[in-house]
């Protein structure tokens, strides 16, 4: 039985590895795929693939961390299995622990250090002063390092408030402290203290980020499957570009002529006609050659093939998103739900960041992880889907917004167009956003299975004193685990056979012990919500609209469309990219597409 044990426990480890290999080369085409080509910088690459795949890596491990806690304990019995002794559990619980704490570490790490110290390592190269040998490779690291030694010292300000300041928790001599539960969470490690500190205070500062990122993400980026269609398609659009183009050089070859002769010159009025034409060409010309690389003019055989493949795709795609909204309002409700029950019945409430013992509202993602994982491992996958859809969704709501400050937009992030800078600070809001996610997912979507997964217990006394309680003829008497049992003998039950996952654990310490980081973190998921509500309505019912003037600022820019509008034109203009060819007819209504009728 011990063989088992080890087995399931490295078949967990294992996938936990393939998902970060591929965590890796996701980490690795985003990068390059976002980055500007003609500014990239080989350290900037490195530490932006390195920080995403180790952000990719945290956000995964809340799945790995659930499925070994659970594969301890016996669904339907509510018993430990045979396997899993204490020395075996507390082995399990250790491995999962140093995992994360090297993984936070080295997050934290990043944020506060390697990355501004990228940032400022490529801002003091100039290209001139390198060219004349005044800059080298000494000046330019002392440079980077000067203004990395306020991080530096930002960094032991954090470890020492941490190491010294007494946690609040400590001092409250409230009810909730006389649970066990709560006890257990009190931390005397100062080391440990200190990095709870800190953990909470990145995660205080991603989760006021995650209310605008991912809120407008969440809801913004399952509407971007369903727009991905366009309203004009490649073969269409180089029609109409070469119509007009041909159109606009006419006109322009009508003036020379009609003023070739004239010894005065050509007149202010067909001058500056003339230079208006010359401009709209240069523009036709850029879209002509933006429309030729849609249709893969020019690449091999596979690039053509890949267009090709993505026009059929379109109508998944839609469909995709359509699955993605309904997913995306469950997970809005399924947040509210707790998020009033933890208001209405936590134990105790601001004292420990609004705990709650046990769910007393039908929570939809909740139970729905709860019925999957009869079926092992589907829950575990829907885990690791979920934790990427916010990945996801933060990525899309940091690319639609761009990197503001209050109203002022810094950065934007568009594929093919970010500077290193920009790709450096999008990195650093997205290792802080991940933590407000690990809390949102583990504490408002899913709190009861993040906890404690499948895990059961029986609630029935021994038949011995040292005997395992029994429920094989009482499945009723199986009941799920929580951080508060309803009586004494439940919870001395509980406590032999219910492990909690390391991420709850950490971040109830968190909140327990500092608890303005909690009802920060709480009370902010409402604000997340109202953004997601109000962007979601937002783009729900917005007029769909082609902007060409985008296509021609912007080589990738995708059009604006509406939500529920224009289909049947999605539709056609899929099919012309399938085939390559536009309707008859088509070129008029294309041409008069920016006229009144």
């Known amino acids: 039985m011990a063989a088992q044990g080890y087995v399931q426990a490295s078949l967990i480890w294992v996938a936990y590895a393939v998902a970060v290999v591929l965590a890796f080369i996701a980490a690795s085409i985003t990068t390059f795929t976002w980055q500007t080509p003609r500014d990239r910088s080989a350290i900037v690459s490195t530490v932006a693939i390195i920080s995403l795949t180790a952000l990719l890596a945290t956000v995964l491990l809340l799945p790995v961390d659930i499925a070994l806690v659970s594969s301890t304990t016996s669904t339907a019995l509510g018993v430990k299995k045979d396997w899993a002794t204490p020395a075996r559990v507390d082995n399990i619980l250790l491995t999962l622990k140093i995992v994360y704490y090297s993984l936070y570490s080295f997050d934290a790490l990043l944020c506060l ?121 490649a073969p269409q659009l180089s029609e109409n570009t070469a119509s007009q183009l041909e159109q606009n050089r006419e006109r322009q070859r009508q003036l020379e002529m009609r003023n070739a002769g004239r010894p005065e010159g050509m007149p202010p009025k067909d001058r500056r006609e003339l230079e208006a034409l010359a401009r709209e060409e240069r523009t036709l010309v850029r879209r002509e050659r933006l429309a030729a690389e849609a249709q893969g003019e020019g690449k091999g055989f596979i690039v053509r093939a890949w267009h090709k493949i993505c026009a059929v795709c379109r109508p998944l795609k839609l469909i995709g998103g359509i699955v993605l909204i309904i997913l995306a309002l469950l997970i809005w409700v399924s947040m509210l739900i707790t998020g009033i029950d933890k208001a209405a019945n936590s134990v105790c409430k601001e004292h420990c ?99 404690y997964g499948t895990q059961t217990f029986c609630d029935l006394p021994p038949q011995h004193p ?123 209504a294309g041409n008069g597409s920016g006229s009144g009728v």
Not at 203 to 225: D, H, M, N, Q
Not at 354 to 368: G, K, T
Not at 387 to 415: E, Y
């Open 113 to 233: 250090l390697i990355i501004p110290f990228s940032y400022f390592w490529y801002e003091e190269y100039d290209e001139v002063e390198e060219q004349e040998g005044n800059q080298t490779f000494g000046s330019r690291l002392w440079g980077a390092f000067k203004y990395t030694i306020a991080f530096i010292l930002l960094v032991v300000i954090i470890f020492l408030v941490g190491f010294f300041v007494p946690a609040a928790g400590s001092r409250g001599g409230g009810k909730h402290l006389d649970l066990d539960f709560f006890k257990r969470l009190l931390d005397e490690n100062h080391g440990e203290k200190a990095l709870t500190f800190g953990v909470g205070l990145l995660i205080t500062l991603g989760t006021l980020l995650y209310i605008l990122y991912t809120g407008a993400g969440l809801a913004l980026f399952p509407v971007s499957f369903i727009k991905s269609a366009p309203a004009i398609s």
């Open 353 to 451: 960041g609004y705990i709650l013992a046990h769910i007393n509202v039908f929570q939809p993602i909740n139970w729905l992880f709860v019925q999957t994982a009869k079926a092992f491992p589907i829950d575990y996958v829907l885990m690791a889907l979920l934790v990427l859809l916010f990945f996801s969704s933060t990525i899309s709501g940091v690319a639609t917004i761009g990197i503001r400050f209050l109203w002022l937009r810094i950065f934007q992030i568009r594929k093919g167009r970010t500077a290193p800078q920009a790709l450096l600070m999008a990195t650093v809001m997205l290792a802080l956003i991940m933590l407000g996610i690990n809390y949102a997912v583990a504490m408002m979507v899913a709190p009861q299975y993040a906890s």
């Open 466 to 588: 040292f005997a395992r309680p029994d429920c094989s003829d009482t499945p009723e008497a199986v009941k799920p685990c929580s951080e508060w049992a309803d009586a004494a003998r439940g919870r001395r039950q509980q406590q032999q056979v219910c492990t909690p996952t390391v991420m709850s654990t950490f971040l109830n310490r968190v909140t327990l012990n500092w608890p303005v980081f909690g009802a920060v973190a709480f009370w902010a998921q409402f604000a997340f919500l109202g953004v997601f509500l109000i962007v979601f309505l937002t783009s729900l019912f917005r007029a769909p609209k082609l902007d060409l003037s985008e296509i021609d600022e912007e080589a990738e820019a995708d059009e604006e469309e509406g939500l529920l509008a224009s289909t049947g034109r999605r539709f056609g203009a899929t099919w012309q990219d399938i085939t390559g060819r536009t309707k008859r007819g088509s070129n008029g």
